[in-house]
């Protein structure tokens, strides 16, 4: 069976809920043996994997700065595309690490229920997610294949925030399907009530998700049952994602079906 | 599928979710003498997952990487270790406050969190080898030491 969740649906919300419906009131649960209410509980995940994150692009920093000091150290004859290439990597990762902390200073402020600033300007879907494809093919064994109707989709979106989204729905689907597995992307614009949108479907054929699980899917933090035990996933990413792009007046849809795989549907406004 | 490098030293894996970091660690490696195989820890398949590397690769050693969340991974490398008792271990992880509390009072280790210093890694699976060189059947002295 698929399941399919959608926060724009009467029916079928990923909360579970009519949409307008209150918040449930957040649960205690247990940390290191103490009761510890649920804000307080993601708050300090949200720390532990801020930290996480930024010491592990930190490690990539200080770690090519100490290759490239060592091999003008040992080498007789230091080769200058070895150090330009490291300090390139320095560069990347300098920037990886101002993205990190702006992603969550976003989902802070989404958190505390203040607006994100966004700064938009015209912006092509398809030139973005082609870019993130091919900076993610470079790392992964995973077949990504990217399919679109025309070489330019272009709306009024926040494009550094919209990388992050596009980065999140990929990364999703290479953490959470097999090695060596196909991901496929397409793009496309489709018709809407207020006027054409632009659609990004990222497919994977990995774990899925349980049905018991999609009501809560797009909560922080929350993992799926099936990988809640072995991921170091963090669950940010899709409760992050979907607020960047409602904030921005589009939708993001989850259909998944446990050991078959997961779709998400991003929709955008395209500029009038 | 990975592949270990060319050479001749004893083999490592490099056992990491962060592939940036893999390919640093992978570099320093082998420009130490070691050779490398990496796994970018996916998730899919746990602890299974990283039994299937090793037992295929059979490295010297590994450098593996606890992450958060940190009680799931630590149990997830314990029992990878209660299963594949023929390397040693070097264990990076970027909270050591945590990683402190699952580690029993048995397993005296000294914890020092990323971002690391790649010579470090380099002595300690150096003093970890030299210590208690690699078993050709698996025998239960798998040691663990943690930066």
């Keep these: 069976m698929t399941i399919t969740s959608d926060r724009s649906t009467d029916t079928h919300t990923d909360d579970g809920l009519p949409p307008g419906s209150p918040v449930p009131a957040p649960i205690a649960r247990k940390q290191h043996g103490h009761d510890v209410p649920e804000a307080v509980r993601q708050q300090n995940m949200l720390i532990a994997v801020a930290a ?25 004859a230091p080769e200058p595309e070895r150090i330009l290439s490291g300090l390139a990597t320095i560069q990347t990762g300098t920037r990886k690490l101002q993205r990190l902390m702006e992603a969550f200073m976003d989902v802070a402020r989404v958190q505390s229920g203040e607006p994100v600033e966004f700064n938009r300007r015209p912006t092509n879907l398809v030139a973005l997610t082609r870019g993130c494809v091919q900076e993610y093919a470079q790392t992964t064994s995973h077949e ?24 999140n729905l990929l990364s999703n689907a290479i953490k959470y399907s097999a090695p060596a597995t196909a991901i496929q992307i397409t793009i496309a614009q489709e018709p809407a009530d207020a006027g054409d949108v632009a659609v990004l479907r990222v497919e994977d054929q990995g774990v899925g998700i349980p049905a018991a699980d999609l009501p809560h899917i797009f909560q922080p933090f929350y993992r799926g ?41 991003l929709r955008l406004p395209l500029a009038g | 599928m990975p592949v270990p490098s060319a050479g001749s030293g004893p083999l490592i894996a490099v056992m990491n979710s962060s592939r940036d970091l893999v390919n640093v660690l992978k570099d320093s490696l082998e420009q130490d003498g070691f050779r490398t195989v990496a796994l970018v820890s996916t998730i899919v398949g746990g602890a299974t997952a990283q ?40 264990i990076t992880t970027t909270n050591t406050g ?47 030491t943690a930066i």
């Design chain 1, 225 to 265: 049952s099936n990988v809640a035990q072995q991921t170091s996933g963090t669950g940010i990413g899709l409760f992050g994602a979907r607020a960047l792009v409602e904030q921005q007046g589009g939708t993001l849809r989850l259909e998944s079906t446990a050991g078959v795989g997961t779709t998400l549907t």
């Design chain 2, 51 to 90: 039994l299937a590397f090793l037992r295929e690769h059979e490295p010297a050693a590994a450098v593996y990487s606890v992450e958060p969340p940190y009680r799931e991974s630590w149990d997830i490398l314990q029992e990878v270790r209660r299963q594949w008792r023929d390397g040693h271990f070097v």
């Design chain 1, 52 to 76: 996480h994150d930024m010491k592990n692009q930190l490690g990539v920093i200080r770690g090519t700065a100490q290759l490239i000091e060592r091999h003008m150290r040992r080498a007789q």
């Design chain 2, 98 to 144: 945590s990683l402190r509390s699952c580690v029993g009072p048995a397993e005296a280790i000294e914890l020092i969190g990323k971002p690391f210093d790649l010579d470090e890694i380099t002595r300690e699976l150096r003093r970890v080898l030299a210590a208690r060189p690699p078993t050709l059947n698996g025998t239960a002295h798998n040691a663990l």
């Design chain 1, 144 to 167: 990504l294949t990217l399919s679109t109707t025309g070489e330019s989709l272009i709306g009024l979106w926040d494009a550094t925030r919209l990388e992050r989204v596009v980065e």
